[in-house]
């Protein structure tokens, strides 16, 4: 079981950033995939960015290429989104997502199946 906890979200108008972190504790496999999805109101969960504990795995949803960066600090176990530019079609929960099946390794990375290991989320909203 991997515990996580996201922190960073806010509201921030159109063309601004902010920074997601997701702390991750509990067991830790050596290599495994972390995810960011996000929920827009009234809408499915749907993948953001992802990346493997390894480095590899790093995939973005079209209509965040170019904005967002994934990153991590592995010796804290932390999980990070940096967006820029943002909108507000952005606008929405944000959750990070553990799989230790290395689904971020593959074209499946997106969706929610397969994730066993969810946040609490946080929210951005994105205004005009």
């Known amino acids: 079981q991997v515990n996580l906890v996201e922190s960073g979200g806010g509201s921030v108008q159109a063309g601004g950033s902010l920074t997601l972190s997701c702390a991750a504790s509990?067991?830790?496999?050596?290599?495994?995939?972390m995810a960011w999805f996000r929920q827009p109101p009234g809408k499915e969960r749907e993948g953001v960015a992802s990346?493997?504990?390894?480095?590899?795995?790093?995939q973005y949803a079209d209509s965040v290429k170019g904005r967002f960066t994934v990153s991590q600090d592995n010796a804290n176990n932390t999980l990070y989104l940096l967006m820029n530019s943002l909108k507000p079609e952005d606008t929405g929960m944000y959750y990070c997502a553990a799989d230790k099946t290395l689904l971020c390794l593959t074209p499946a990375w997106g969706r929610t199946k397969g994730y066993t290991n969810w946040g609490q989320g946080t929210q951005v909203t994105v205004s005009l």
């Open positions: 990346i493997a504990t390894t480095g590899e795995g790093i």
């Open positions: 509990g067991s830790t496999s050596s290599r495994y995939c």
